[in-house]
T-cell receptor
């Protein structure tokens, strides 16, 4: 089945550090990947849509200069949390669908990255 | 806007059937999904159903879809303690092709 690998799984770092999270589709190509954020005991909220070869589309209220997204290939999208602060501590999860028909294929999720900023 | 609602908690005894319910608002959703999340882990796709289907069965899992009422349910037969997790209902109606998730139902299975 389709596998999405997310790395790292857990990050603890000091305030002010920039953190990069990778999302890879291992056995399929993904034109589009999604980045979600999940606060404790809450649902997943879409942060941004990552499109291969073009700029990401950010949801309202998500700072694009704070959360940098790069989708340089059909199998890799990265999310960089710049100058992270304690309020950025959260669980970040990426997902990807096979092929171009993103509405017609189930999304497969990575295992998530738990980010803790001290 | 799109909205997905589900009850927050469900408690069952081991061996019983569990039924988790979900309602959604976007009638144009092509697919509806059930994901499982264990503590500290990512989301595992359990099953999904195409919007023109009424039912889908996969081993212990049965998904029922009432498109008229926009109601989706997940039935887990012979529930085991390993089924304890949070179950998210999701629909594919996001403006970017993303999924819209419910808040999740925490299933507790008592021995």
């Amino acid at each position: 089945g389709a596998v999405v690998s997310q790395h790292p799984s857990w990050v603890i770092c000091k305030s002010g550090t920039s953190v990069k999270i990778e999302c890879r589709s291992l056995d399929f190509q993904a034109t589009t990947m999604f980045w979600y954020r999940q606060f404790p005991k809450q649902s997943l909220m879409l942060m941004a849509t990552s499109n291969e070869g073009s700029k990401a589309t950010y949801e309202q209220g998500v700072e694009k200069d704070k959360f940098l997204i790069n989708h340089a290939s059909l199998t890799l999208s990265t999310l960089t949390v710049t100058s992270a602060h304690p309020e950025d501590s959260s669980f970040y999860i990426c997902s990807a669908s096979i092929g171009h028909l993103i509405g017609n294929q189930p999304q497969h999720f990575g295992d998530g990255t738990r980010l803790s900023i001290l | 806007g799109e909205d997905v609602e589900q009850s927050l908690f469900l408690s069952v005894r081991e061996g019983d059937s569990s039924v988790i319910n979900c309602t959604y608002t976007d009638s144009s959703s092509t697919y509806l999904y059930w994901y499982k999340q264990e503590p500290g882990a990512g989301l595992q796709l359990l099953t999904y159903i195409f919007s023109n289907m009424d039912m889908k069965q996969d081993q212990r899992l049965t998904v029922l879809l009432n498109k008229k009422d926009k109601h989706l349910s997940l039935r887990i037969a012979d529930t085991q303690t390993g089924d304890s997790a949070i179950y998210f209902c999701a629909e594919s109606g996001g403006s970017q092709g993303n999924l819209i998730f419910g808040k999740g139902t925490k299933l507790s299975v008592k021995p």
